[in-house]
């Protein structure tokens, strides 16, 4: 998870609350659902808060998909995703 890398037009805010919350679920169930992740650019689309806690929990690899997304296609997948 080294390599990923946070976007930084992300909508969506990960306040510590939340960030606990999404530990719990790792420790409790594991990632059950791949990051989407931008091929070209390394930048996390969808999954930011799991990498955000993954991290905390010193884990060093998530599953991930691949995507390879122009600008237009990742900032509108990120919009609809944080709906």
């Known amino acids: ?5 946070g976007d930084p037009r992300n909508a969506r805010a990960h306040p ?8 719990s679920s790792l420790q409790r169930f594991g990632q059950r659902k791949p990051i989407v992740v931008n091929r070209k650019t390394n930048i996390i689309l969808a999954g930011n808060g799991l990498v955000s806690a993954a991290r905390v929990l010193g884990w060093d690899q998530v599953a991930v998909v691949w995507v390879d ?6 900032a509108a997948f990120g919009i609809a995703d944080n709906r």
Do not use: V
């Not at 997304?69 to 990742?74: L, M, Q, R, W």
């Open 69 to 74: 997304d122009d600008d237009n296609t990742a």
């Open 1 to 5: 998870i080294d390599d990923l890398r």
């Open 16 to 23: 510590d609350r939340n960030i606990g919350a999404i530990i």
